[in-house]
């Protein structure tokens, strides 16, 4: 079953304007990941947030953590629109044999010029 | 990070063949995980497939429907066998564990596109 939720399911701004996105998730874990995908492409790794952590930045991204909520939220400021893509969140399960990446349904976002 | 390639990139099938994905990583990995994503969907997880031990299949997914072979820490390969419209998807290859690392990042392949007809 998928763990992670994203929402809202489409999202559509104008480039400049900041986009936010947010996933929740069921069990605990060890930590979250961002991914983006391109149009059916591979997925490009953005971010990784463990558990003990609630805040972590990468250039124009701002993801957030929390665990007592389970939810996390993904910040991109000052969108382009190269941005457009899909983006999910993953959540690890199990571990050692059983480590497993577990991912939600996506957001896509379209960011028009 | 990894550099991850996948062969074919896409293809055109017939129902009823099998078609053989090949997954390579420019580094020993521990852990290579496939996975499908359904038109429109998010990923699912096939099977994890770690060197010296048989696949492990999640729900829904059996041996005999899609093979996995990894005989490297480098290689794998993924069998969509005796294949029906249902299986047309984007077949991804991931790894994670680089350097014996592990709960970091898992990387990702290109991906191949398959369509059956």
């Known amino acids: 079953s998928q763990q992670g939720e994203e929402d809202p399911q489409a999202l559509s701004i104008q480039e400049g304007e900041n986009a936010t996105m947010n996933c929740s998730y069921k069990?605990?874990?060890?930590?979250l990941q961002w991914y983006r995908q391109n149009s059916g492409r591979g997925l490009v790794h953005l971010i990784l947030?463990?558990?003990?952590?609630r805040e972590k930045h990468s250039g124009r991204l701002r993801v957030t953590l929390d665990t007592s909520k389970k939810s996390s939220s993904l910040l991109i400021t000052a969108s382009r629109a190269a941005d457009t893509a899909s983006y999910f969140c993953?959540?690890?399960?199990?571990?050692?044999?059983?480590?497993?990446?577990?991912f939600g349904k996506g957001t896509l976002l379209t960011v028009n010029p | 990070s990894a550099v991850i390639s996948q062969k074919p990139s896409r293809d055109i099938c017939q129902r009823g063949t099998s078609l053989t994905i090949q997954c390579q990583v420019d580094?020993?990995?521990?852990?290579m995980f496939w996975y499908r994503q359904q038109p429109g969907q998010s990923l699912t997880l096939i099977a994890t497939?770690?060197?010296?031990?048989?696949?492990?299949?999640e729900s829904g997914f059996v041996i005999d429907k899609f093979p996995i072979s990894r005989p490297n820490l480098t290689f794998s390969t993924l069998t969509v066998s005796n294949m029906s419209p249902e299986d047309s998807s984007i077949y991804l290859c991931?790894?994670?564990?680089?350097?014996?690392?592990?709960?970091?990042?898992?990387?990702f392949g290109p991906g191949t596109r398959l369509t059956v007809l």
């Open positions: 991931s790894v994670e564990g680089l350097a014996g690392v592990y709960y970091n990042e898992q990387f």
């Open positions: 069990t605990s874990i060890n930590n």
């Open positions: 947030i463990r558990s003990n952590e």
């Open positions: 993953a959540t690890d399960e199990g571990g050692g044999s059983n480590y497993k990446l577990t």
């Open positions: 580094s020993q990995v521990t852990m």
């Open positions: 497939a770690n060197q010296g031990s048989e696949a492990t299949y």
